[in-house]
């Protein structure tokens, strides 16, 4: 079965500081990755995903996450965090093909973002 | 383009009762998931339905059932409920029947059993 590790679970940041939330996965085989957020308020809402190629996928709002297969590692990036990136972000994995797994969740980050 | 809704939004349930959530998915969408979110933690995967019949499942007793209608709305049962049935049940909906296809989210309804 997959599992997925998010190591922080509150992170406090200044704006303008750079932001990298980290996201660990167990899996053996292929894996397709995502990050959802969670704005105040707001349903979950896909950020960026990977299936394959480039292991460096750009995302919404000026986030990118890079894919280290060799280090079972999806890490969430942005140089420059703004009020606004305050929310829940969440890492999630599957397996492509073979029946439909779902989603699996990490338990998720809680951003703050201080003006 | 109209989004995922879920009703009710709010729900207090005795346990052992039984209760019926209701999720209509995106224009375009055929497939639904259900996922329960315990407070602090991530969303779990009860099921997904595409073309009305389950086709995947997580760690999930059977006193979870769903059902998927013509029209691709769903419906998320569970009986007996416990305690820690409390929680957030998320319905998301998607294009395809396959787990690559990216979800889209709805609000969200908060169950409480007391």
């Known amino acids: 079965a997959q599992s997925v590790s998010q190591h922080n679970h509150h992170v406090i940041l200044s704006e303008a500081a750079s932001l990298e939330l980290g996201c660990n996965y167990s899996y053996g085989g292929t894996v397709n990755l995502f990050w959802y957020v969670q704005y105040p308020g707001q349903h979950l809402q896909l950020l960026l995903k990977?299936?394959?190629?480039?292991?460096l996928v750009k995302g919404i709002k000026g986030f990118e996450a890079e894919f280290i297969k060799s280090k079972f590692s999806f890490n969430l990036r942005k140089p420059s965090v703004q009020w606004s990136d305050t929310a829940e972000y969440f890492c999630?994995?599957?397996?492509?093909?073979?029946?439909?797994?779902?989603?699996?969740f990490g338990k998720g980050t809680h951003l703050i973002i201080q003006p | 383009e109209t989004g995922v809704t879920q009703s009710p939004t709010h729900l207090i349930k005795t346990r052992g009762q039984q209760v019926t959530l209701r999720c209509s998915s995106q224009s375009g969408h055929n497939t639904v998931s259900w996922y329960q979110q315990a407070l602090g933690q991530g969303p779990q995967f009860i099921f997904q339905y595409y073309r009305e019949e389950e086709n995947g499942r997580g760690n999930f007793p059977p006193r979870f059932s769903g059902l998927q209608f013509p029209n691709y709305s769903s419906e998320l049962n569970v009986n007996a409920l416990e305690l820690d049935d409390s929680a957030l049940y998320l319905c998301a909906s998607s294009s395809q029947g396959r787990v690559n296809s990216p979800l889209h989210f709805g609000n969200g309804t908060r169950l409480t059993v007391t």
């Open positions: 990977y299936f394959s190629g480039d292991p």
């Open positions: 999630a994995v599957n397996a492509p093909g073979g029946g439909a797994d779902g989603l699996t």
